[in-house]
């Protein structure tokens, strides 16, 4: 029996050096650069490199979602900003995070590893703040694609009883209902993640052709058949609907739309070691999916807005997504309405789908670095589905008990779930900010055939910029309001969840997380 099928592999029991790179590539299919990689990681390849570019293309694609995120979420953009607010942040967000998106893509083609954001933390950071740093980062990650799962299972069944209510009136919108369809939507998207798991990189591809075709199907008919709107009005009106001290200030709240549209371009780096050629491929994936998507969305988004009529019975449509309003105005028939909706439905279950891909990765690779409980069980790898079956099997659970709180306050809900924003944000801005520490005081980077050369530094200095105004407004609610139901309490969600980390870092991980740089054969 050869080396490989000898070894015990559980992610860090191993060296990666003990296996031979031709052994490698000949079973996990990677090329020899992926085994070169995985070796100076100090990682063995226990994934299969099943994804090629247009799978992880459609991958990320699918995950980011602009125009069917900007249609979803256009209410809190449109209360906070109007129309030429929602116009101009878009496309300030669109220039600002293709920044950050191509920080990431460098740290990626430097170090392509499931871990991302907390992986590059753990090499980048200043030496005595390596471990801590990338501690509470992984767990703000885990946080932030663990809820994600929920967000996309709990659109997609909102966006049906959206749809009931459309095509029946009579139909009384139960939070509960809301709630079993949220978990048909997660078990759906659960089997897709384990038993049929070989087959994900042929359904992202199919699922590139609905995000692509469905932009069109849906782009025509409000071409054709909606109402114009006054370009004066929609270029030059903001709206200051949350009641803010400023116009101003409530078009930066409504920064968040746009921001949401734009985020999780990160999410192929979480798939890199099933990915072929990975320290080529990411920077590529993650350039194509920002300038697509944004442009895509973009277009999509003054489509919307020009063929919205009248916003304020749209704001107020029964069925609690503008959009769908908009599309049966357009049409003028519940059935072209029902069928353009259903788009954004599947996409929703699609973006799910991805979604819980890459939050069991995430878990996975932070569980095999010993930084949640039971590492040891998340880090397992059963030979039978090459998947992390149990990282999978949790990130299913905890995304159904997310749904149970919809039962007692959808405000409640949504609230934690835009916890994984503000989440994403910082695990964005921590090491971005590391890299661009490591520049100012000249010290090395690793080697990469993406490497940004001078910009570097100017790129990474924007984006922080940039990053922190995000995370800022992430934790503002969507109007000036003292009824604490309406009140946006992410901000003591995020300081709960990193409190319960330190908690658990002082009591357990101190002794056995040492962070993923100790691994590395070669680190800077």
């Given amino acids: 029996m050869d080396k490989l099928h000898e070894t015990k ?29 995985m070796r100076r990681l100090g990682r063995v390849q226990e994934l299969k490199r099943n994804f090629g570019f247009l799978s992880i293309f459609g991958f990320a694609m699918i995950l980011m979602s602009s125009w069917q995120v900007l249609l979803s979420t256009s209410a809190f953009g449109l209360l906070n900003g109007g129309t030429a607010g929602l116009i101009y942040m ?53 946080l932030g694609w663990q809820s994600g799962v929920a967000i996309g299972s709990f659109l997609a069944a909102t966006q049906v009883q959206g749809l009931i209510v459309l095509n029946n009136p009579d139909y009384v919108f139960e939070r509960w209902h809301g709630t079993l369809l949220t978990i048909a939507m997660v078990l759906f998207v659960f089997v897709f993640n384990t038993f049929l798991a070989k087959h994900l990189p042929l359904v992202e591809g199919l699922v590139l052709c609905l995000h692509l075709g469905g932009f069109v199907a849906i782009l025509v008919p409000l071409w054709v058949l909606g109402p114009r709107g006054n370009s004066e009005q929609i270029w030059t009106e903001f709206s200051n609907g949350g009641g803010w001290p400023s116009t101003g200030l409530s078009t930066l709240v409504g920064l968040i739309t746009p921001i949401t549209a734009f985020l999780g371009a990160d999410a192929a780096v979480h798939m890199a070691e099933e990915l072929r050629d990975a320290s080529r491929t ?80 995430q878990l996975w690779a932070f569980a095999r670095d010993g930084g949640v409980p039971f590492h040891t069980t998340f880090a397992k790898v059963p030979a039978r589905f090459e998947v992390p079956m149990n990282a999978i099997l949790f990130t299913a659970a905890f995304s159904i008990l997310f749904s149970l709180v919809n039962i007692g306050s959808t405000v409640a809900f949504n609230q ?103 691994y590395t054969t070669k680190s800077v």
């Fill in 282 to 361: 990411l920077p590529k994936v993650m350039m194509w999916t920002s300038g697509v998507n944004g442009a895509l969305g973009f277009i999509m988004l003054v489509t919307f807005i020009y063929t919205i009529g009248d916003l304020e019975s749209v704001l107020a449509t029964p069925t609690g997504f503008p959009y769908i309003q908009v599309f049966y105005n357009a049409t003028g028939s519940k059935g072209g309405a029902t069928a353009m909706t259903m788009i954004l439905v599947l996409s929703s279950v699609a973006n799910a789908m991805t979604n819980m891909a890459t939050a069991s990765r």
């Fill in 9 to 37: 592999v559980t992610g860090r029991d191993v060296h990666a050096s003990e296996v031979g790179s031709d052994e490698m590539v000949t079973e996990k299919r990677g090329s020899s650069r992926d085994a070169e990689d």
């Fill in 416 to 518: 934690i779930l835009s916890l994984g924003l503000g989440s994403l944000l910082a695990s964005y801005f921590i090491s971005i900010f590391c890299v661009a520490l490591r520049r100012i005081r000249g010290q090395p980077l690793l080697p990469c055939s993406f490497n940004l050369g001078r910009l570097g530094l100017p790129i990474n200095l924007a984006s922080l910029a940039f990053l922190a105004v995000g995370f800022v407004m992430s934790f503002f609610p969507a109007a000036v309001d003292p009824v604490p139901q309406s009140m946006n309490w992410s901000s003591l969600c995020f300081s709960s969840v990193l409190i319960i980390g330190g908690i658990y870092y002082a009591i357990f991980a101190r002794h056995h997380y040492v962070g993923p740089v100790e």
């Fill in 90 to 142: 878009y496309i300030i967000v669109v220039v600002l995070f293709f920044m950050v998106n191509i920080s990431m893509a460098e740290m990626a083609s430097m170090a392509p590893t499931a871990g991302g954001q907390y992986h590059w933390i753990s090499e980048f950071a200043p030496r005595s703040q390596q471990k801590i740093l990338s501690y509470f980062i992984g767990w703000l990650c885990t």
